[in-house]
């Protein structure tokens, strides 16, 4: 599940540069396709059978010419549907390739390896190429062309992975495999559990902590749709959250008792989403008083006296986070240059750790300084800049939740 989200996360950074990007599940566990559309995750089910079979078939008479490759004698301890053997060492070690295990030596070659290999020869040949003019003109040639593909995977997977990246290699010897990089995830350890958990187990434990949180703070919840809806997504905010905050390399530690989770804490998706929607609520509130009059509308950006604003949080604002949050986009998805290595990193944590001290600085703005002041004239001018500053400042909200594939909330 963190590889997953992982996986989606990058893309959308990615895409958010320009970067055109194709997802494809080369490694499948059935049954968790319903938890991660509960999750938001833009995650492919896989390609169809019938469209793949050609491309099998291509890469078994591949495996006929492959001078790496050998028939495999069926005996009673050979696994069910191996097509052949093909010996992966000599060839990592004919090329001079850097970085893989040093345990790969012999695979056996099986029917869902190759379809595995086929569907990601597909995602390649049909993701549209990056235009360049898209890219932010900061990004050097070198960075913007680091590889072809990247495999996201946990580290139990990894081996796995690396397997089918050389026999992919060999089979198919074209520019594209050449490029290929390999994320790791490590690993998610989970305190006071008895029993190992699945992601379905772990979604719905989270939910039922979330809603059980949301009773404590606001009393009973009404069971209709937009409760629903709203504990829905702060769910989805803890979990992406709790998995994307930490750098991809390092262990996450999961406690999963009740106290773990709450609709305020400060280090939580609930608490980004929590701010979000006060933001949307202050508009709401002062849209509905110019509708009463009690407001002017809201002035164009030039008619605005921004000399107003003097609160330190204000500026705080401007410059810890709007003024800098386009390159924390950038950094946030920016895979470094070619190595001679297979392993590269991302800066994926970066997202979440900036919507988190953002919530927590604006928090403490808006607990502290009254926006929507008295309708007196000559406060007009202090309350409408402050307005057109959180306005800039609820949309820097709205993107950086799209990376992660959250709605913003306009109530909870």
């Not at 097509?83 to 004919?94: A, D, G, N, R």
């Not at 379809?115 to 993701?127: K, P, Y």
């Not at 913007?144 to 495999?151: E, K």
């Not at 829905?232 to 996450?252: C, G, K, N, P, Y």
Request: hydrophobic share 40%; net charge negative; with cysteine.
């Amino acid at each position: 599940l963190r590889s997953v989200l992982l996986a989606d996360h990058l893309a959308q950074l990615l895409r958010a540069q320009g970067v055109g990007v194709r997802l494809v599940p080369a490694l499948r566990q059935e049954g968790s396709l319903d938890v991660l559309r509960q999750l938001r995750i833009d995650w492919p089910s896989g390609s169809d059978g019938s469209s793949l079979a050609d491309a099998v078939s291509a890469l078994k008479a591949a495996l006929g010419r492959c001078p790496c490759a050998a028939a495999c004698e069926q005996g009673p301890g050979t696994a069910e549907g191996v097509v052949c053997k093909v010996h992966l060492k000599s060839f990592v070690e004919q090329q001079g390739l850097l970085g893989y295990d040093p345990n790969l030596d012999v695979l056996l070659v099986t029917e869902g390896t190759l379809r595995s290999l086929a569907e990601l020869q597909e995602a390649v040949l049909q993701c549209p190429v990056s235009d360049p003019t898209a890219l932010p003109t900061s990004r050097s040639p070198s960075q913007s062309s680091c590889c072809s593909i990247v495999h996201v995977v946990n580290c139990e997977e990894e081996f796995q992975q690396q397997q089918l990246d050389v026999l992919w290699r060999i089979l198919d010897p074209g520019a594209h495999t050449a490029l290929q990089k390999h994320l790791v995830c490590g690993p998610v350890k989970v305190t006071n559990l008895s029993a190992p958990i699945g992601a379905d187990q772990y979604f719905q434990l989270r939910k039922r902590q979330m809603y059980e949180a949301s009773v404590i703070k606001y009393g009973e919840l009404a069971q209709d749709e937009t409760w629903t809806e709203v504990i829905d997504t702060l769910t989805v905010a803890a979990i992406r959250f709790e998995m994307l905050s930490t750098a991809h390399r390092s262990q996450i530690t999961l406690d999963l008792e009740n106290n773990s989770i709450s609709t305020k804490g400060t280090k939580s998706g609930a608490f980004v989403m929590y701010n979000c929607a006060r933001l949307a609520t202050l508009f709401n509130t002062f849209q509905q008083a110019v509708e009463r009059g009690t407001y002017p509308p809201l002035p164009p950006v030039s008619e605005l006296n921004f000399s107003c604003l003097r609160e330190e949080g204000e500026w705080l604002l401007l410059f810890n986070y709007l003024l800098p949050f386009p390159e924390v986009l950038q950094q946030a998805a920016q895979l470094p240059p070619p190595s001679r290595g297979i392993r590269i990193t991302a800066n994926t944590e970066t997202v979440c750790k900036f919507l988190i001290q953002l919530s927590m600085d604006f928090s403490s703005y808006y607990n502290r300084v009254h926006i929507l002041g008295e309708p007196f004239p000559h406060l007009f001018d202090q309350m409408f800049a402050r307005l057109q500053l959180l306005e800039a400042v609820r949309d820097m909200f709205h993107s950086a939740l799209a990376t992660l594939h959250l709605p913003p909330l306009s109530q909870i």
